[in-house]
């Protein structure tokens, strides 16, 4: 009885210190700096450090990875209430865990390699029977099915297979779906026909309406060659710009260059003249251009940045893509390029960089 008493007692801590909370508890370090613990908002240990692998901030549901007493490796799923899912079943993308995203993550089955989806409670949603999946994106997820994988060397690429758009609940909403990473899923739309904006690209779902998106690229060159660059003042580049500005310079014949940061006006007060005209060389057809799209480097952008990033410290590009203008420059046999980036942020694309390669900027 006593024993009984005991186990019962240790159920109701354990469940009172994984109640469910809104608040999202935080990653720290042990006195080592090599086991994981959290948090929560007011400073409260939660969970004390004991994951050699986990998220930067817990919110509902995460991938954690403990060493056992044999010196094993104990991988699981860990949601807020501290129930565990999907025992070494963690999908990993470039050597490191998937990260929830609106309240799911991917699981990856390792014994048939498929891949499914988890709910913030730790069910199964979406079963292994996918090759693949992208993360969770306005309730909706890319998903390939019956593929084959390519090797070479220790990377491989998808070949074959069909592409579906899904939802969370494994439904198939649109048949023939490619991927294209360049699409605002968040900025859907549902005619009758397919959409006549320009910026947008059209998919015909099984309701029978054409389902469109924005297209990043396509936004963002409309915005730039039809607005910003059309009569461009000092007074509309700093609308168009973050409060700070990381820059980079030097002339042709440069072997180094110099580097830092200043506020927008700053550095847009004592420049507008140079930005104005590396800028306005995109609709000069003698000049060699093309727009990327890129991430925001986290050893570089932090503080004030941190709504850009996921729990797991990934930039959230399918939200927030940065937009990179690389313009080339020959004189003679040297040749250089100068690049501009623009943030997409809520209030439109904003200029957070400038790396200018053959001028003299003003710091």
Same mark, same amino acid.
């Given at each position: 009885m006593k024993k009984i008493l005991l186990t019962a007692l240790f159920l109701i801590m354990n469940t009172a210190l994984f109640a469910k909370s809104n608040d999202i508890w935080i990653a720290f370090e042990n006195e080592d700096a090599d086991l994981i613990g959290y948090k929560d908002k007011n400073g409260v240990i939660k969970i004390e450090p004991k994951f050699i692998v986990g998220a930067g901030k817990f919110e509902n549901i995460m991938a954690v990875v403990e060493e056992t007493y044999d010196n094993k490796w104990n991988s699981y799923y860990l949601t807020k209430t501290g129930k565990t899912a999907g025992k070494d079943s963690l999908y990993y993308f470039d050597n490191n865990p998937d990260c929830e995203s609106e309240g799911f993550i991917r699981f990856r089955d390792h014994k048939t %390699?498929?891949? &499914?989806?988890?709910?913030?409670?730790?069910?199964?949603?979406?079963?292994?029977?996918?090759?693949?999946?992208?993360?969770?994106?306005? &309730?909706?997820?890319?998903?390939?099915?019956?593929?084959?994988?390519?090797?070479?060397?220790? *990377?491989?690429?998808?070949? #074959?297979?069909?592409?579906?758009?899904?939802?969370?609940?494994?439904?198939?909403?649109? %048949?023939?779906?490619?991927? %294209?990473?360049?699409?605002?899923?968040?900025?859907?739309?549902?005619?009758?026909?397919? *959409?006549?904006?320009?910026?947008?690209?059209?998919?015909?779902?099984?309701? #029978?309406?054409? /389902?469109s998106f924005i297209d990043f690229k396509k936004e963002f060159k409309n915005w730039l060659t039809n607005d910003l660059l059309?009569?461009?003042?000092?007074?509309?580049?700093?609308?168009?710009? *973050?409060?700070?500005?990381? /820059?980079?310079? #030097?002339? /042709?014949?440069?072997?180094?260059?110099?580097?830092?940061?200043?506020?927008?006006?700053?550095?847009?007060?004592?420049?507008?003249?140079?930005?104005?005209?590396?800028?306005?060389?995109?609709? %000069?057809?003698?000049?060699?251009?093309?727009?990327?799209?890129?991430?925001?480097?986290?050893?570089?952008?932090?503080? #004030?940045?941190?709504?850009?990033f996921n729990n797991c410290g990934e930039f959230k590009d399918w939200i927030y893509p940065v937009m990179t203008i690389v313009i080339s420059h020959t004189n003679g046999n040297d040749f250089t390029q100068n690049f501009y980036e623009f943030l997409r942020t809520d209030k439109g694309y904003k200029l957070i960089s400038a790396a200018i390669r053959n001028a003299n900027l003003r710091i």
């Open positions: %390699d498929k891949a &499914g989806m988890l709910n913030k409670d730790g069910d199964i949603v979406i079963p292994a029977e996918y090759s693949d999946l992208t993360r969770v994106r306005n &309730g909706m997820i890319i998903a390939l099915k019956d593929a084959v994988k390519k090797y070479s060397g220790e *990377h491989y690429t998808w070949t #074959g297979g069909q592409e579906l758009l899904i939802d969370t609940s494994n439904n198939i909403l649109i %048949d023939n779906f490619p991927y %294209d990473d360049n699409l605002n899923f968040f900025s859907i739309k549902k005619t009758k026909t397919p *959409h006549s904006d320009p910026i947008r690209k059209s998919f015909l779902a099984r309701d #029978g309406y054409y /389902w059309v009569n461009l003042t000092r007074k509309k580049l700093l609308n168009a710009s *973050h409060n700070t500005i990381v /820059w980079e310079y #030097g002339t /042709w014949d440069s072997t180094e260059y110099l580097r830092g940061e200043n506020s927008r006006a700053e550095f847009i007060n004592n420049n507008f003249e140079i930005l104005k005209a590396g800028l306005l060389e995109i609709l %000069d057809p003698n000049y060699d251009y093309f727009i990327s799209r890129d991430s925001l480097n986290t050893l570089i952008y932090e503080a #004030g940045f941190e709504k850009y």
